[in-house]
């Protein structure tokens, strides 16, 4: 099971810290890129929010207000700019951060140190910013991570413990074993009988979003501020005999790219591959949602009906509670008998975003 401190790591810079109003209206003044993602700024006197970078005249200062998120603007009333497109995901990475992924792809057991970065004419507090804000964890530690995920891999494939320390970039065998340990919770001797869940971080129009996937597929996506996101994460590593590390996936490059897709509003069939443990029940539930077509809604009774369980209006709802994968998984076309929004763990906010956005482009995305 994944340990406390670890599971703690990920969650803890789940929200956003906003810099001081002074230091947003000077980036928001030199539309300083840096800033992107800190802050969203807020003009009083159009109702409009607007990016750091955003191009549109700047207003007086007494006019402005700052926000952590997008969310936070929206459910103060007010609009996306349409020159800035706030609420459009912004780029994952930039070529820099690009240059350093793939070194780390290529060289897993490599070490690039802040001196490292300045040698190749980066500011290593631009890096550190850039995974603390993607990531919710440091340059260094990504790396770190990046090589404990590299020893799990050697150990699943036989490799002795003593070659996997050294050849994954590890000073000692001591020391090692207490990285391990740390982050896994087992010796590495025992690490051979677990799986392992990766874990990365995405933005969204709609706020941060944690994705686990495994060999399989994607087996969690879901907004950082779910109440039940550690119950889900913990739920995960007992069903699975998995152990979650922050690292990269086969699968996580299609989900970025089809996400990106959705919220651009060109995409409404998702095709990257799922795997969603449950019960029987909750699993036939789950998939039944994904029937639910683009740009529509159905009741948590004629979701019943469908099923065959017309009596089982209380057990559908339970189980659409208890899908991990949103929007992929769309439980959130599932509204009351009524036509209100009802029971949307993301917040009925977004649930409301979602459903406008799908009606909406219906007729285009494909």
Known sequence: MLPTSSLSLMLMTAEPIIPTAAECYQALLTKDGTYEGRFIAAVKTTGIFCRPTC??????PENVEFFATTKEALLRGYRPCKVCTPLAARDTAPEFIQTLLHQLSQQPAIKITDFDLREQGLEPATVRRWFQR???ITFQAYQRLNRINLAFQKLQRGETVTATAFDSGFESLSGFQDSFKAVFGVAPTQGRQQQLINLTRLETPLGTMLACGTE?????????????????LKDLTRRLNATIVQSDNPHFALLRTQLTEYFAGHRQQFSVPLHAPGTAFQQAVWQELGRIPYGTTRSYGQQAATLGRPSAVRAVATANGMNRIAILVPCHRVIGADGHLTGYAGGLWRKQWLLELEQKTAGTAR
């Open 134 to 136: 993607q990531h919710g």
């Open 216 to 232: 399989q597929g994607i087996c969690l996506l879901e907004f950082t501020d779910r109440r039940m996101l550690e119950t889900e």
């Open 55 to 60: 191009s549109a005249r700047k207003p007086k």
